[in-house]
C-alpha cells in the first residue's frame, strides 16, 4: 500500500487521540480511523473504508474527532505507523481484545519503518498550554488516570510517573485549584476509581522546562471515599430542556443525524442521543474543572416524535434554539421548555416511558 497522509487530534492530555490514515493500491483507497485510548485500552476503536466518497470520509473524521475539542495535524507515516503498533501494543500488554476487522491493518502492525523521537513526537501530540493552572489541571487528570508516560514526560524527577492514588485508570469528576506560593497549588479532587468515588488532597510543586511546565513533586495528602449521592450533588449543573415536536419523524431524524455527524451518537430503544460536545478543551484551564464542561448540546430524537435538548447554558440554549428552527423548520416545533436542578436527560434516555411529560409525571 502506498501512504498518502495521516492526521491526528492533538489531545493526548485528554486520554485519547483520533487518528486517520490514507493509502491506495492500484485502483483501491483505504481510509482508516482509529481511536487511540492513552489509558490503558490501547487501540479502542477502528473503522476502515474502501473507495469511500468525500462525504462519507469526512463523516467519518468528524465522528471519531469532532468531540475530541482538538486542533488536527498532519503527521508522517512514520509517526503514525509507530502509533499504531505502539497503542496496539497496550491492548497485548493488557489483555484487551484488538478492534475488529484487524485484516484491514495487520499490514500496519507489521511494518518496518525508520524510528521516531518518542519525546518529540509526544510533544507534538499535546496541545500548548497556556496557563499554571491549566497545567495542574491536566497533571491530575493524568495523575488520576494512572497516565504513567504523561506524568513521566512532565516530571523532572523520572520516579514520579510510579506514584500512583487510584488502582485502575481513574476518571476525574471535579478539581478545585488553590496557588499557594510561587510554583505550588493544592489540587482539591473528586474522582471515580472502581466504581467507587473519593475526594482527595493532592499538592503539585512545578518549574518550568525547555517544553514549558513540568512537575517537580507531588504529595498527596487525605483520601476518603464518599457517597455517590454526594458526588452528584457537587458536580450538578443546571439543566435546560426544550421539547419539540417532530413532523415527518424518518426523515428529520435521517437529516439531522447526517448533519450531526460530529456528534457522538448513542442508541437507545426508544430512539438515539447525541453529544455535541464544545469546540476546544478551554474548560481545562478555569480554576474550577467540571468534566461536564466540554459539553455542548444533547440531543434526543425519539421514536414517539419529540426531540428533546439539553444544554447547560442559558446563552447556549437561546442559541441551539435559533439554530434549530431555522435549519429544520419544516419539521420542527418548540412545545415546551423547562429548567431543572440536576441533569434529566440520560435518566429519560433510560426510562421506558415513551414522551419527555409521561417521564415528568412518574417522578
Given at each position: 500500500?502506498?501512504?498518502?497522509?495521516?492526521?491526528?487530534?492533538?489531545?493526548?492530555?485528554?486520554?485519547?487521540?483520533?487518528?486517520?490514515?490514507?493509502?491506495?493500491?492500484?485502483?483501491?483507497?483505504?481510509?482508516?480511523?482509529?481511536?487511540?485510548?492513552?489509558?490503558?485500552?490501547?487501540?479502542?476503536?477502528?473503522?476502515?473504508?474502501?473507495?469511500?466518497?468525500?462525504?462519507?470520509?469526512?463523516?467519518?473524521?468528524?465522528?471519531?474527532?469532532?468531540?475530541?475539542?482538538?486542533?488536527?495535524?498532519?503527521?508522517?507515516?512514520?509517526?503514525?505507523?509507530?502509533?499504531?503498533?505502539?497503542?496496539?501494543?497496550?491492548?497485548?500488554?493488557?489483555?484487551?481484545?484488538?478492534?475488529?476487522?484487524?485484516?484491514?491493518?495487520?499490514?500496519?502492525?507489521?511494518?518496518?519503518?525508520?524510528?521516531?523521537?518518542?519525546?518529540?513526537?509526544?510533544?507534538?501530540?499535546?496541545?500548548?498550554?497556556?496557563?499554571?493552572?491549566?497545567?495542574?489541571?491536566?497533571?491530575?487528570?493524568?495523575f488520576i488516570a494512572r497516565d504513567r508516560e504523561a506524568?513521566?514526560?512532565?516530571?523532572?524527577?523520572?520516579?514520579?510517573?510510579?506514584?500512583?492514588?487510584?488502582?485502575?485508570?481513574?476518571?476525574?469528576?471535579?478539581?478545585?485549584?488553590?496557588?499557594?506560593?510561587?510554583?505550588?497549588?493544592?489540587?482539591?479532587?473528586?474522582?471515580?476509581?472502581?466504581?467507587?468515588?473519593?475526594?482527595?488532597?493532592?499538592?503539585?510543586?512545578?518549574?518550568?522546562?525547555?517544553?514549558?511546565?513540568?512537575?517537580?513533586?507531588?504529595?498527596?495528602?487525605?483520601?476518603?471515599?464518599?457517597?455517590?449521592?454526594?458526588?452528584?450533588?457537587?458536580?450538578?449543573?443546571?439543566?435546560?430542556?426544550?421539547?419539540?415536536?417532530?413532523?415527518?419523524?424518518?426523515?428529520?431524524?435521517?437529516?439531522?443525524?447526517?448533519?450531526?455527524?460530529?456528534?457522538?451518537?448513542?442508541?437507545?430503544?426508544?430512539?438515539?442521543?447525541?453529544?455535541?460536545?464544545?469546540?476546544?478543551?478551554?474548560?481545562?484551564?478555569?480554576?474550577?474543572?467540571?468534566?461536564?464542561?466540554?459539553?455542548?448540546?444533547?440531543?434526543?430524537?425519539?421514536?414517539?416524535?419529540?426531540?428533546?435538548?439539553?444544554?447547560?447554558?442559558?446563552?447556549?440554549?437561546?442559541?441551539?434554539?435559533?439554530?434549530?428552527?431555522?435549519?429544520?423548520?419544516?419539521?420542527?416545533?418548540?412545545?415546551?421548555?423547562?429548567?431543572?436542578?440536576?441533569?434529566?436527560?440520560?435518566d429519560f434516555a433510560q426510562d421506558i416511558a415513551e414522551?419527555?411529560?409521561?417521564?415528568?409525571?412518574?417522578?
Open positions: 500500500m502506498e501512504f498518502l497522509y495521516a492526521k491526528i487530534t492533538n489531545s493526548r492530555l485528554m486520554g485519547s487521540m483520533g487518528l486517520r490514515m490514507s493509502w491506495k493500491n492500484k485502483n483501491k483507497k483505504l481510509d482508516q480511523y482509529f481511536l487511540l485510548d492513552c489509558e490503558g485500552l490501547g487501540l479502542a476503536d477502528y473503522m476502515g473504508i474502501y473507495n469511500g466518497d468525500d462525504k462519507r470520509l469526512f463523516n467519518e473524521e468528524e465522528r471519531l474527532m469532532g468531540g475530541l475539542g482538538s486542533d488536527r495535524m498532519y503527521i508522517s507515516k512514520e509517526e503514525a505507523v509507530f502509533l499504531v503498533k505502539e497503542y496496539a501494543g497496550k491492548n497485548i500488554r493488557y489483555g484487551k481484545p484488538l478492534p475488529e476487522n484487524k485484516d484491514e491493518y495487520d499490514f500496519i502492525l507489521e511494518m518496518e519503518t525508520d524510528p521516531v523521537d518518542k519525546k518529540s513526537l509526544f510533544f507534538k501530540l499535546c496541545k500548548k498550554i497556556e496557563s499554571d493552572v491549566e497545567f495542574i489541571n491536566y497533571m491530575a487528570m493524568r506524568l513521566g514526560q512532565y516530571s523532572l524527577n523520572p520516579e514520579l510517573k510510579n506514584m500512583k492514588i487510584t488502582y485502575a485508570n481513574g476518571t476525574l469528576l471535579k478539581n478545585s485549584v488553590r496557588k499557594l506560593k510561587t510554583g505550588n497549588y493544592i489540587c482539591s479532587c473528586i474522582y471515580e476509581d472502581r466504581n467507587a468515588y473519593f475526594t482527595a488532597n493532592i499538592g503539585f510543586s512545578t518549574d518550568t522546562s525547555k517544553e514549558g511546565y513540568c512537575v517537580r513533586s507531588i504529595k498527596i495528602g487525605k483520601v476518603s471515599q464518599v457517597d455517590c449521592l454526594d458526588v452528584l450533588d457537587e458536580i450538578k449543573r443546571d439543566e435546560y430542556i426544550g421539547i419539540y415536536i417532530i413532523d415527518d419523524i424518518e426523515n428529520f431524524k435521517r437529516q439531522f443525524i447526517e448533519d450531526m455527524s460530529h456528534c457522538l451518537k448513542s442508541p437507545f430503544e426508544k430512539g438515539v442521543m447525541l453529544t455535541q460536545f464544545k469546540p476546544d478543551n478551554s474548560h481545562v484551564a478555569a480554576g474550577e474543572y467540571l468534566i461536564s464542561n466540554d459539553l455542548d448540546s444533547i440531543f434526543f430524537v425519539s421514536d414517539s416524535g419529540q426531540l428533546v435538548v439539553s444544554n447547560y447554558d442559558m446563552d447556549v440554549r437561546i442559541d441551539v434554539d435559533s439554530k434549530l428552527l431555522s435549519r429544520y423548520g419544516e419539521y420542527l416545533s418548540l412545545n415546551d421548555e423547562f429548567i431543572f436542578s440536576g441533569s434529566l436527560i440520560y414522551s419527555f411529560y409521561e417521564f415528568l409525571s412518574k417522578r
